[in-house]
């Protein structure tokens, strides 16, 4: 005993240290993250004043600029569209603690199954071809999912690091397509595939393509999949512990399998809807780092597709503002990318507020 | 002959920036964390080394800045998964995002203050990045171009990896950090200063991703700045850690093997036409099919750290 107490007075106990607290309750824990994405945009702000230019011009420039003009306010739901929809779909396997990365993958997977539908079967009606497309997409996006999680519930294999790298085969499949099979041998110059015809194109509806009603629908779908059903039950529990899943004799390779092709599915049809409704045509852009925004927007939006939508809409117009921002300023486009990282790194900073607090020595004895 | 031999130096060369972000990584994995930043800090490094290596004329500086720049950007991520505990996964992709932003967004400003608006290294840096040719040796057949022929990053790489095997397989700092990735809680127990070590692993990691970067924009692109220079490396370094087996030294020679996969299709004879996009999708396939055979044979040797991904938390357990 005294040994004993001979040596806890001689180890110091560390300045500070870390504990976890009961949760914060919801108001609290929104008004930290507020207070995250405010000291963000000052950070930010600190920046663009360092490098002589004044911060609020800018914010305002960037704000106006995505809805200064009916154009402008379309483009910004254009880069919306796919920006939501594959967060959502990503939702879905972070939910379960499926680490899916393949995002960009399954979306460009999505966008290769709907065209080849647009290229070689545009005579067919177009109700038809448009289902055919969106099917195809969902298909396309889903197996690029369902692939890892069968390695994944088999072999225990990193789906991290599988996600990862199959959207960088997808990715060379289309320069594939492009330069061999698919290469539209009307265009004499660069390789490149075909536009599609009008008829393989998505509608447009109130000025923007008909990808806005899709990207709705599947929010609605996502939530009410999330919160309602058996199945979005099914992957909660699977999220916080297979064990329990199992003990409650769920069939836990089946969700894992059914969800990623859902999952994948999603952000197939958003590939889909990039392809017929934005670019027209298939290109090895059509992802365009769509995937990888979208894992941190469905971070961001702890998972929630209410929150996600928001947070989405706010980086859309910092994407859509940061163009005006280039042509006003001669800032480069790429402050969006970085005020997205650093707005990032602040709430990712403030999350553990949410979770954990530091106790200081002192405190900590007088606690005790 | 001269053809294979110029095919064996074209690739060790091309897969040298590959090998730095490799390394980088390996280290970051071996403490449990999964930094899919490689990119944003090999960007960051990029344009670090090549705005000192302008503004100095000096290239040990522009490599120590290239360094610090990429250890600077890791400790953003150290800082937060490692004290804030925050998403490994998210955490890098952000990163990632931020550095590629972040150096176009400082070099597009740059050019835009330039009087030509072009960047470009001065002459003096650019000479001593040239591939070195020592009297006598690099002129002996076959031994010359292949040993004494390439530009010096290749060199550091080398000893760079070698280096770090030696650290992390021969030093008992080395054998706690890799306990510290298998294990976190028993790496506590023992007495290891797991959060330290956490932190000075990523960051050295990051470091030597920056020096990677440097490579893309001083050698690949010729010392002249472009937006996005990294073009995709880090995530092949990433591919290359599986692939190598979290091994340095098997870094080494796999970084040749994806570096000749890169050149492939320059030196592949006309008559076999496979289409050019089969060539620079090999790495991934290829890491796809290694993340699989070991996952089936369940190699403990040869996978990734058992805690890599997670984060610790002393009082959870």
């Not at chain 1, 569209?81 to 993958?105: D, H, R």
């Not at chain 1, 999912?145 to 289309?174: C, D, H, Q, R, W």
């Not at chain 1, 099914?234 to 329990?244: D, H, M």
């Not at chain 2, 020679?253 to 090999?282: C, E, H, N």
């Amino acid at each position: 005993m005294s040994v004993e107490m001979k040596r806890t007075k001689k180890s110091k106990e560390p300045l500070i240290r870390t504990v976890k607290r009961t949760e914060l309750s919801g108001q609290k824990a929104v008004l930290l993250r507020i207070a995250a994405l405010l000291a963000a945009l000052v950070a930010g702000g600190i920046f663009i004043l360092a490098i002589g230019y004044n911060p609020v011009l800018v914010y305002k420039t960037m704000i106006s600029g995505a809805f200064r003009s009916k154009l402008a306010f379309q483009g910004t739901v254009k880069v919306l569209i796919p920006l939501l929809i594959t967060s959502l779909g990503v939702t879905l396997a972070f939910k379960m603690k499926f680490w899916n990365i393949g995002a960009e993958g399954q979306l460009i997977m999505g966008a290769v199954f709907a065209s080849y539908f647009a290229l070689f079967h545009d005579t067919l009606p177009h109700w038809i071809l448009m289902i055919l497309m969106v099917l195809g997409g969902m298909l396309g996006g889903g197996l690029m999912g369902l692939l890892p999680a069968y390695f994944k519930s088999k072999f225990n294999t990193n789906e991290t690091l599988f996600t990862l790298m199959l959207n960088y085969i997808a990715l060379n499949f289309v320069v594939y397509l492009r330069e061999g099979p698919w290469r539209d041998p009307n265009s004499p110059g660069y390789a490149k595939i075909a536009r599609f015809s009008k008829n393989a194109q998505l509608d447009k509806v109130f000025g923007i393509h008909a990808g806005w009603i899709i990207a709705i629908v599947i929010l609605i779908f996502v939530s009410i999949y999330l919160y309602v059903t058996k199945r979005g039950y099914e992957i909660s529990v699977v999220g916080e512990s297979q064990a329990t899943a199992k003990y409650a004799g769920m069939n836990v390779k089946k969700i894992v399998l059914r969800t990623m092709f859902l999952s994948g599915g999603i952000c197939g049809i958003a590939g889909m809807i990039e392809a017929s409704g934005s670019a027209v045509t298939l290109t090895s852009g059509i992802a365009g780092g769509v995937g990888f925004t979208a894992i941190i927007v469905a971070w961001l939006g702890g998972l929630n597709p209410f929150y996600i939508f928001i947070v989405a809409s706010l980086f859309s117009i910092m994407e859509k503002g940061s163009s005006v921002v280039e042509s006003t300023f001669g800032l480069s486009g790429a402050c969006a990318d970085v005020l997205q990282g650093i707005i990032l790194f602040f709430v990712l900073g403030c999350e553990f507020f949410v979770r954990y607090q530091f106790v200081t020595r002192k405190e900590r004895g007088a606690r005790a | 002959m001269s053809m294979l031999i110029k095919f064996i130096a074209v690739s060790i060369a091309s897969g040298t920036p590959i090998l730095f972000g490799t390394l980088g990584e390996i280290i970051t994995e071996k403490v449990g964390h999964l930094n899919l930043g490689v990119e944003g800090m090999m960007a960051i490094g990029a344009c670090a080394g090549f705005m000192v290596g302008m503004s100095t004329d000096s290239f040990l500086l522009a490599l120590l800045a290239a360094f610090a720049a990429g250890a600077f950007a890791a400790l953003i991520y150290a800082v937060l998964t490692v004290t804030f505990m925050a998403n490994q996964n998210v955490t890098g992709l952000t990163l990632t995002i931020f550095g590629v932003g972040f150096a176009n967004f400082c070099g597009y400003y740059a050019i835009g203050k330039s009087e030509s608006g072009t960047l470009k290294l001065p002459e003096n840096i650019t000479a001593q990045m040239r591939n070195i040719n020592i009297e006598g040796l690099s002129d002996i057949p076959v031994i010359g171009p292949l040993l004494f022929s390439y530009n010096p990053f290749v060199y550091i790489g080398i000893v760079t990896a070698l280096l770090l095997w030696f650290y992390l397989r021969r030093t008992k700092t080395g054998l706690n950090t890799r306990a510290i990735g298998e294990n976190p809680a028993a790496a506590d127990a023992a007495g290891i200063k797991v959060t330290k070590w956490k932190y000075i692993n990523i960051c050295l990691g990051g470091g030597i991703c920056g020096i990677g970067g440097a490579y893309t924009i001083m050698i690949i692109n010729k010392g002249v700045w472009i937006s996005d220079c990294v073009g995709g490396l880090g995530w092949i370094a990433v591919a290359l850690v599986i692939f190598a087996g979290w091994s340095p030294v098997k870094a080494i020679f796999g970084s040749f093997i994806f570096g000749a996969l890169r050149q492939l299709k320059y030196y592949v004879p006309a008559a076999i036409t496979i289409p050019g996009a089969f060539y620079d999708m090999l790495p991934y396939l290829i890491t796809t099919i290694v993340l699989i055979a070991t996952s089936i044979r369940t190699s403990r040797e040869k996978s990734q750290p058992e805690a890599c991904g997670t984060n610790y938390f002393r009082e959870e357990r």
